[in-house]
């Protein structure tokens, strides 16, 4: 089966991998005079998403990464589905 990896609308080239890894935070609170403990959600850490792949030659690098990079400065890339 062919699969292609898209980020919202835009379809990611060459792509051999993508991995995200999210991470919620927790603390665990002692409840005095008695036995066990609660624990509190203190919300999420920043998520990381890498992407893997190849690209050949420096503009082909270049091309992709300015496309990349202005996606990510226009705030196009969070409003995934």
Do not use: H
């Not at 089966?1 to 051999?16: A, E, F, S, T, Y």
């Amino acid at each position: 089966m062919n699969v292609k990896p898209v980020l919202g609308d835009w379809g990611i080239p060459r792509i051999q991998s993508v991995q995200s890894l999210e991470k919620r935070n927790f603390v665990e609170l002692d409840i005095p005079g008695r036995v066990g403990s609660l624990f509190q959600d203190m919300n999420t850490g920043p998520t990381r998403v890498t992407i893997c792949g190849s690209l050949y030659g420096d503009e082909t690098r270049n091309e992709f990464l300015e496309e990349l990079r202005g996606k990510f400065r226009e705030g196009k890339l969070a409003t995934a589905a």
